[in-house]
C-alpha cells in the first residue's frame, strides 16, 4: 500500500531522519580497524535510544539486531558479530530509527583504513549513483526513471545493479509500497505524487550483480565473491523537488 503523508508527518519523518543521519556522522570517527561489527551495532542502538527513539529494525520480521552490518562481498542484511573490521574493508551500516511513530532509513558505505583505489571508486560510483537517482524523484516522474538514471550511470562506469534488492516506500512501518527498483525503463512504473515518502538504495557491484544467500536466511552476497557497496537515503516527495530526510550535515 502506499501512503500520502501530511506536511506534520514529513516533518517528524525529518526529525527522525536527523537523529539516524547523525549517527551516521559519528560512526565516521567509530569505524577503524579492530571494530567489530558487534560494537558497530551496540554504539548505534545506544545512541538511537539515547535521543528517545527506537531501533526499529529490533523485531522486524524476526530481525535480532539494531543494525545490518554488511562487509565486503555482503550486499545486504549482514549479521552484527564479533568480526574484527581489517584495514581495506569496506562495511555498510544500514538501520531504522522510530521517532515517535516517525520511521527513517537510511545505509552508508564507509571505508575501513586506507582501502584500494578501485575499491573507492566503487564507493564514488555508488554514492553519486544515489544522488544521480533522487534527481529523479520528483512529482510527475514515474518510478522508472529513477531505476533507469542509475542503472544508465552505473553501468556505463563498469559495474553492476543489483536488482534482488531494491528502495521502498517507508513509514508508517519501514517497508511499504512502493516499490523502487534501481533498473528499468524510463517513464514506466507508479508516478510519483505529492506526499510519498521513498526510500532510494542502489546496492552496486564489482562484478556479477547476481547473488547467493548465506544460510541465515537473511545475509546476501555477491555470487562471485566481488565487493559490494551501498548508500540509501529517505526522501519526500513535494511539489517543490525531493525534500532528503536523512541528509548528513557534518
Partial sequence: MITLKTQREIELMKKSGEILSDIHV???????????THQIDKFVQERIES?????????????????????????????PSNYALKEGDIIKVDFCV??????????????VG?????????????????????????????????GHAIQTYVEAEGFGVVRDFIGH?????????????HYGEA???????????????PMVTMGTWMMKM???GWTARTRDGGYCAQ?????????????????QKA
Fill in 26 to 36: 559519528e560512526l565516521r570517527d567509530f569505524i577503524k580497524p579492530g571494530i567489530t
Fill in 51 to 79: 535521543q528517545g527513539a527506537i531501533a526499529a529494525q529490533i523485531g522486524y520480521e524476526g530481525y535480532k539486531y539494531a543494525t545490518c552490518t554488511s562487509v565486503n562481498d555482503e550486499i545486504c542484511h549482514g549479521f
Fill in 98 to 111: 522510530d521517532y515517535k511513530g516517525a520511521i527513517s532509513d537510511s545505509c552508508w558505505c564507509y571505508a
Fill in 114 to 146: 586506507e582501502i584500494s583505489e578501485e575499491h573507492q571508486r566503487l564507493m564514488d560510483v555508488t554514492k553519486q549513483a544515489l544522488y544521480i537517482g533522487i534527481e529523479q524523484a520528483k512529482a510527475g516522474n514515474r518510478i522508472g526513471d529513477i
Fill in 169 to 181: 516506500g517507508i513509514g508508517p512501518t519501514i517497508h511499504e509500497g512502493p516499490a523502487v527498483p
Fill in 187 to 201: 517513464g514506466k512504473g507508479a508516478r510519483l505524487k505529492e506526499g510519498m515518502t521513498i526510500t532510494i538504495e
Fill in 214 to 216: 548465506d544460510n541465515n
Fill in 231 to 247: 548508500f540509501e537515503h529517505s526522501l519526500a516527495i513535494t511539489a517543490d523537488g525531493p525534500i532528503v530526510m536523512t541528509e
